[in-house]
């Protein structure tokens, strides 16, 4: 899970090459296919991550296109 968090910080704080949705979409796939092998419910896992990018200040890419996942 450390692997997906850690990716996901790093492309909501600028680095990476011509970062696409897609690739977002695949670390939290693969961020997501870990918690649920580590027995967290997605839920748990959407809730930490709206909070660690509630942090980053003004818009955040990542965070618009996780937006629908973390929809309650």
Same mark, same amino acid.
């Given at each position: 899970? $450390?692997?997906? *968090? !850690? =990716?996901? /910080?790093?492309? +909501? !704080? ?12 695949? =670390?939290?796939?693969?961020? $997501?296919?870990? +918690?649920? +092998?580590?027995?967290? @419910?997605?839920? @748990? ?13 003004? /818009?955040?890419?990542?965070? *618009?296109?996780? $937006? ?5």
């Amino acid at each position: 899970m $450390a692997c997906g *968090t !850690a =990716a996901l /910080h790093w492309m +909501a !704080a600028g680095f990476g090459y011509e970062i696409t949705g897609s690739d977002v979409l695949d =670390a939290y796939g693969a961020l $997501a296919d870990a +918690a649920v +092998a580590t027995g967290m @419910e997605c839920d @748990e896992l959407n809730k930490r991550l709206r909070a660690q990018f509630a942090d980053f200040p003004g /818009h955040s890419f990542v965070a *618009t296109v996780l $937006a629908h996942h973390w929809a309650v």
